[in-house]
């Protein structure tokens, strides 16, 4: 994962992302704030991509070494101040989807166990402001604009330095894997808001995408190819659909087949896919026969 420090016109830094709340990812952050600034008191700003663990971990760490406000996107704002508050209504929110899908039980169980024992990885922090809206300037850092750029999560946010065209991308644009669009409950169609992200992103015309893992990518052509894959996508999934109605759980088996996958993995899997089957059905392309508690079932429409 990085973490990326941009210097403003007047000496002070802004710092985007962080890691998660382990020892050895915050002395690489710390090592690395040091050997660019000089030390935490020239950090004036804490921009968080998207609510993330792997992002938003060493946010507590941060504000207790430099103090510099945390800026985040609106949406995934508001879902970690309400999974902070509600940590049982998120818990069940999790558990109505996996069942949604078709997960047994057990499945149910290990993912909440499973997230439970994550927390420690990224402690709640407050955010002290949002960004609200489709974009705008980067409030606090002259010279800098921020993106909301949806899909991998609903708040997710991009920034871009016009000046020369340098966009710090989270994890929008990722060079070797296409990032996890998955269903969320602020979001109808998570897999058209990442495309129309990316729609935006290429009318910036970038000139260097900084990913929040990998390798930087020069210009548009990972954009267009991401924005293929994410249709792609879909497709395969409306392949995958006949007229015999079948759950999400195995619409992934199909799209996946043998593949062993960690309960982590497994759960990625399946808010993708169903994020994908979601959207052929509400443009007509898959009958969906859905009462809950029962898992959903999809059919070629």
Known sequence: MHAYVAALDDGRLVLVDGGLNTDPAWEALDAGVRAVAGGW????????????????????????????????GQLDAERMAHAAAEPEDEAEYRAALLRRCGAPDPVVRAVEEARRSAEPLAPAVHVDLSLAGDGGDLPGAPGWRWLWTPGHTAG??????????????????????????????????????????????????PSLVLPGHGAPQE??????????????????????????????????????????????????ALRETLAHLDRLAAAGRAAVAEEAPSPARFAAG
């Open 219 to 268: 210009g548009v052509r990972r954009i267009r190819e991401l924005r293929d894959a994410a249709n792609g996508e879909t497709e395969t999934v409306a392949g995958l659909l006949g007229a015999e109605p079948r759950t999400c759980w195995q619409v992934v088996d199909l799209r996946y087949p043998g593949r062993e996958m960690s309960v982590s993995t497994r759960m990625l």
């Open 156 to 205: 997710h946010v991009s920034l871009h330095r016009p000046a020369d065209g340098v966009v710090i991308g989270g994890d929008v644009v990722l060079p070797r894997i296409t990032p996890t669009l998955g269903v969320n409950r602020q979001r109808e169609d998570p897999v058209a808001d990442y495309v129309h992200a990316l729609d935006r992103l290429e009318a910036l015309s």
């Open 41 to 72: 008191a020239a950090v004036a700003l804490h921009v968080i991509t998207h609510m993330h663990m792997d992002h938003v971990g060493l946010a507590a760490r941060v504000r207790g070494a430099c103090g510099a406000p945390v800026l985040m």
